[in-house]
């Protein structure tokens, strides 16, 4: 069975600042990982992902994650918060196969102060 | 870009009625979910549909639980005899086959309130 902890249920941050969001995932194979981002009232939006490919990946809107299999770790970094970034981050991870399930974390709710 | 859509936004109930939530996943997926949000807490995953079937299905989706796709479009989920406890946020989410890991597109969900 595969699961994710998101460390912090709440960020703040300052705009202009960097934005670390952490996520330990535990899975006994390979794992796929995501980062979806939730504004409010609105779905769940694909941030980046990671299937096995570069440890580093690059999503949308400025924002990365590092795969460490070392550390059980896939944090999501962004060097420099702005307003819209305020939101629910989910860290997810998915089972093997095509269409598998996908397994969400707690969340973080990111807030960006001026 | 093409998204999932979903209706209604918010849906009302009382509760012992049934209810049919619908989703059009995008046009080219041909992988179909279903998962809810209860308020604060977090994203689950309740059903899989592939080809007509169900490919998999969590604990939650009991009997009062079933899923169709009445045409080529359509994806809905009909929740039999609500309970109270069926109030949340439904997500519909859809996939490709593109070869590899395809990632899961959602749409904006549907509130569903049951009174």
């Known amino acids: 069975a595969q699961s994710v902890t998101q460390l912090d249920s709440h960020v703040s941050v300052s705009e202009g600042t960097p934005v670390l969001l952490r996520c330990n995932y535990s899975?006994?194979?390979?794992?796929?990982l995501f980062w979806y981002v939730q504004h409010p009232n609105k779905g769940l939006q694909l941030l980046l992902k990671y299937t096995s490919a570069a440890t580093l990946v690059k999503g949308i809107n400025g924002f990365e994650a590092e795969f460490k299999k070392s550390e059980t770790s896939f944090h999501l970094t962004k060097p420099s918060a702005h307003m819209s970034d305020a939101a629910e981050y989910f860290c997810v991870v998915s089972g093997t196969g095509t269409a598998s399930k996908l397994t969400f974390g707690t969340g973080t709710r990111l807030q960006v102060t001026l | 870009e093409p998204e999932v859509t979903q209706t209604p936004s918010h849906q009302v109930t009382q509760m012992g009625q049934e209810v049919i939530l619908r989703c059009v996943p995008i046009?080219?997926?041909?992988?179909f979910y279903w998962y809810r949000q209860i308020l604060g807490q977090k994203v689950e995953f309740l059903v899989s549909?592939?080809?007509?079937?169900?490919?998999?299905k969590s604990e939650i989706f009991d009997d009062q639980f079933s899923v169709e796709r009445p045409d080529g479009s359509n994806f809905t989920l009909k929740i039999r005899s609500t309970k109270l406890e069926d109030s949340a946020m439904y997500f519909c989410a859809s996939s490709g086959d593109g070869g590899g890991y395809q990632p899961q597109h959602f749409g904006d969900g549907t509130r569903l309130s049951i009174l």
């Open positions: 899975s006994s194979y390979s794992p796929s």
């Open positions: 549909f592939y080809n007509n079937e169900i490919s998999e």
């Open positions: 046009s080219n997926h041909l992988y």
